[in-house]
């Protein structure tokens, strides 16, 4: 348990750091960057206590909005994505997601990107829903959401791949 | 009582939930009415403290680039002063002469700067303490950058014209004819100029400066050359796309441009609305 809450606490700070001075400055074609930063969201215990996870996640994004000048876009993604993800765990694992039995890494292939995926682009949706803040532009919504959404779940496997070794 | 409580107690995740999400909602909205002082922006100690360092990292790849730039720049002073030389006598290290000057020049260095989003903002190095004020104008020697927004004691954070919220008084240099100068959250290079009369004689390579009607930047400072321009239905104003002088995506070294009887105009206006 304690090394749950030290492996988180250094995610978070490191998710936060590694975003806005390396994953904020990428722009490829203009204008897709990877959201990595919801990694953390991800990763975070199925089991573990909602509130406090409404909480974190709310100030993981309030965190990325300090450094980034975006009001509380990433915050309000942030925290929608927490609030809703039991649902989308439900979802994706279907009936063997039980709060106490399931881990992320012994799922299987197909449901784990399903539900990071689900995650993944209503994260981004709602992120970028409020930065662009009208439905006039809603095709660069849409461009934009798409394209940063493979960008981003790309990275997440990657990033798994890269840090999994261990759990195996 | 005991009902309300526990009421409240079995929905505290939904009740935290609403609380913060409309608490990032109006920071959101906030983020998006002009020109107003926010709670959350990198013109922090923290934010402000981890960008000076990686842009101290990042600066040196930039070095040579920024030294040409200044080559450039002391190049074209040197000219400007060698023609006055002719006409009257400049003397070297008047201090009285920087009472009297309308504008005055601040240098800073950019530590972030955002160019992919809708509302993009760039933090400077500068701050209250260094005479940084919201609302000065800022430039860089090829053109303007974007206008001071938010100040902490050592960090500023500007709002770049690659903005949906920025608004800046612009004219023709060809005819004097004034526009807005706006973005469409495109093209980091092309920016967009609206409400220029349909009389207005322009062409493609026409160059646009500030139009000096307002306090923050002085008059004359290039923006960029047109592009593109069409006529509205009405066929009353052009609006027009114009390429921009400075690299946005590669800003480096700026200038912050200090209106020294900015405050006595101000007065003054404040007193013919309260009449």
């Given at each position: 348990?304690?090394?749950?809450?030290?492996?988180?606490?250094?995610?978070?700070?490191?998710?936060?750091?590694?975003?806005v001075?390396?994953?904020?400055?990428?722009?490829?074609?203009?204008?897709?960057?990877?959201?990595?930063?919801?990694?953390?969201?991800?990763?975070?215990?199925?089991?573990?206590?909602?509130?406090?996870?409404?909480?974190?996640?709310?100030?993981?994004?309030?965190?990325?909005?300090?450094f980034?000048?975006?009001?509380?876009?990433?915050?309000?993604?942030?925290?929608?994505?927490?609030?809703?993800?039991?649902?989308?765990?439900?979802?994706?694992?279907?009936?063997?997601?039980?709060?106490?039995?399931?881990?992320?890494?012994?799922?299987?292939?197909?449901?784990?990107?399903?539900?990071?995926?689900?995650?993944?682009?209503?994260?981004?949706?709602?992120?970028?829903?409020?930065?662009?803040?009208?439905?006039?532009?809603?095709?660069?919504?849409?461009?934009?959401?798409?394209?940063?959404?493979?960008?981003?779940?790309?990275?997440?496997?990657?990033?798994?791949?890269?840090?999994?070794?261990?759990?195996? | 009582?005991?009902?309300?409580?526990?009421?409240?107690?079995?929905?505290?995740?939904?009740?935290?939930?609403?609380?913060?999400?409309?608490?990032?909602?109006?920071?959101?909205?906030?983020?998006?009415?002009?020109?107003?002082?926010?709670?959350?922006?990198s013109?922090?100690?923290?934010s402000g403290g981890i960008y000076g360092w990686s842009s101290?990292?990042?600066?040196?790849?930039?070095?040579?680039?920024?030294?040409?730039?200044?080559?450039?720049?002391?190049?074209?002073?040197?000219?400007?002063?060698?023609?006055?030389?002719?006409?009257?006598?400049?003397?070297?290290?008047?201090?009285?002469?920087?009472?009297?000057?309308?504008?005055?020049?601040?240098?800073?260095?950019?530590i972030n700067?955002?160019?992919?989003?809708?509302?993009?903002?760039?933090t400077?190095?500068?701050?209250?303490?260094?005479?940084?004020?919201?609302?000065?104008?800022?430039?860089?020697?090829?053109?303007?950058?974007?206008?001071?927004?938010?100040?902490?004691?050592?960090y500023?954070?500007?709002?770049?014209?690659?903005?949906?919220?920025?608004?800046?008084?612009?004219?023709?240099?060809?005819?004097?004819?004034?526009?807005?100068?706006?973005?469409?959250?495109?093209?980091?290079?092309?920016?967009?100029?609206?409400?220029?009369?349909?009389?207005?004689?322009?062409?493609?390579?026409?160059?646009?400066?500030?139009?000096?009607?307002?306090?923050?930047?002085?008059?004359?400072?290039?923006?960029?050359?047109?592009?593109?321009?069409?006529?509205?239905?009405?066929?009353?104003?052009?609006?027009?796309?114009?390429?921009?002088?400075?690299?946005?995506?590669?800003?480096?070294?700026?200038?912050?441009?200090?209106?020294?009887?900015?405050?006595?105009?101000?007065?003054?206006?404040?007193?013919?609305?309260?009449?």
């Amino acid at each position: 348990m304690n090394s749950e809450i030290f492996s988180n606490t250094v995610r978070f700070f490191f998710l936060i750091l590694l975003q806005v001075l390396l994953l904020n400055n990428i722009n490829f074609l203009g204008y897709v960057n990877p959201y990595l930063y919801v990694l953390f969201l991800i990763l975070f215990p199925f089991n573990g206590n909602q509130t406090l996870f409404l909480l974190l996640s709310f100030f993981l994004g309030l965190g990325i909005d300090l450094f980034e000048d975006s009001g509380g876009i990433n915050a309000a993604a942030c925290l929608a994505v927490a609030y809703i993800r039991p649902a989308i765990l439900r979802f994706s694992f279907g009936v063997s997601y039980d709060y106490q039995t399931v881990k992320f890494s012994s799922t299987a292939y197909g449901s784990r990107f399903s539900y990071v995926a689900i995650l993944v682009f209503v994260h981004h949706f709602i992120l970028f829903l409020l930065e662009i803040f009208s439905f006039a532009h809603l095709l660069l919504l849409l461009k934009k959401t798409f394209f940063s959404g493979i960008f981003t779940i790309v990275l997440v496997f990657l990033t798994l791949a890269l840090f999994n070794r261990k759990s195996r | 009582m005991q009902q309300i409580i526990n009421f409240l107690i079995r929905n505290k995740n939904n009740i935290l939930f609403l609380l913060l999400f409309a608490f990032s909602l109006f920071l959101t909205i906030q983020s998006h009415s002009f020109q107003k002082s926010k709670f959350v922006s990198s013109a922090n100690f923290i934010s402000g403290g981890i960008y000076g360092w990686s842009s101290g990292v990042k600066s040196y790849m930039h070095l040579d680039e920024y030294n040409q730039r200044l080559l450039d720049e002391n190049q074209l002073l040197r000219n400007r002063l060698a023609a006055f030389e002719d006409t009257i006598q400049v003397k070297e290290f008047v201090d009285s002469l920087f009472d009297n000057q309308l504008y005055r020049y601040k240098t800073a260095e950019v530590i972030n700067n955002n160019y992919s989003k809708i509302d993009n903002y760039i933090t400077l190095n500068r701050g209250a303490r260094e005479g940084i004020r919201p609302d000065m104008g800022v430039v860089t020697s090829k053109g303007i950058v974007g206008i001071v927004e938010n100040v902490s004691a050592n960090y500023s954070t500007v709002i770049s014209i690659l903005n949906s919220n920025s608004k800046i008084n612009a004219k023709l240099t060809k005819s004097d004819h004034f526009g807005t100068l706006v973005w469409d959250g495109e093209d980091p290079n092309i920016v967009q100029l609206i409400d220029v009369p349909g009389l207005a004689p322009i062409s493609k390579g026409d160059t646009i400066v500030t139009g000096g009607q307002s306090l923050i930047f002085p008059e004359g400072i290039p923006i960029g050359t047109i592009e593109e321009f069409t006529l509205d239905r009405t066929e009353s104003y052009f609006t027009i796309d114009i390429r921009l002088f400075n690299d946005m995506t590669n800003v480096g070294y700026v200038y912050i441009i200090e209106h020294t009887q900015k405050e006595e105009i101000m007065d003054l206006q404040e007193m013919n609305q309260d009449e």
